[in-house]
């Protein structure tokens, strides 16, 4: 299995900077997508401290263990480098007053062949088409969900709801914070999307399913992605990370089985 990536970021039409950060490392296969929030300019100095430490050491991490790596430890590796950024935002926040209460939300995925781990804190998502097939495969971290949990608002209710926005896990917030992590398998052909809200919630699902099917390549279809969040109004950053399945070469198979790779 082969991956192809491609990221966009925009900041929408009513924010006058760019609060998220977006990035992907092709040789370890790994995606990262951070929304940050909070104090002047200090959502942005979240999310890039996110993006930036935990590519730099998990990329490190996955170089050195291989593609070998069991999914335990893979996901082992991510809750520590989330956790170290965790501190580091955190610490942060606590010793320069500019940046008091800062925080940042995070999808972090690590393709390894035919599984994807997907960690996530807030509502940044994943989806993944599969054929006609679209699914949310992170569940958010908000007051919103929780509701909808608990029976208290249905689905509808939350898409028109005034608290969007209110997450009730955040990266640098406290101390400590869980990195809930899953485990996916993945198909060839399957086309994953992490998004920040500032998509989710100015395009319906049944919209971003229609646009990920469309025959066009992953930059036409990051910049329609925001484009289509613009046009309903872009009330907020915009950033998606893309990643397509491909099937390796039975040459490159070959190559690999003989030298035991």
Known sequence: MIYEFCTNTDPGLARG??????????????GILADGMGGYNAGEI?????????????SRWLSEAGRNASAREVRRAMEICVDNANRSIFNAANSNPQYTGMGTTLVVGVFQDDRLLVG????????????????QITRDHSLLQEQIDAGLITPEQAATSLNKNLVTRALGVEESVPLEVNEHKVEVGDLYLMCSDGLSDMVDDASLAALLQSNVSLHDLAVQLIASANANGGRDN???LLARAEPGSAKRGLISR????
């Open 46 to 58: 979240a999310s890039g401290m996110a993006t930036t430490f935990i590519k730099s050491e998990l």
């Open 17 to 30: 900077n760019n609060e998220d950060s977006v990035t992907f490392d092709d040789a370890t296969r790994l």
């Open 238 to 240: 915009i950033s998606v």
């Open 120 to 135: 996530h804190i807030g509502d940044s998502r994943c989806y993944r088409l599969r054929g006609e097939e679209f699914t």
């Open 258 to 261: 003989l030298l035991g790779k």
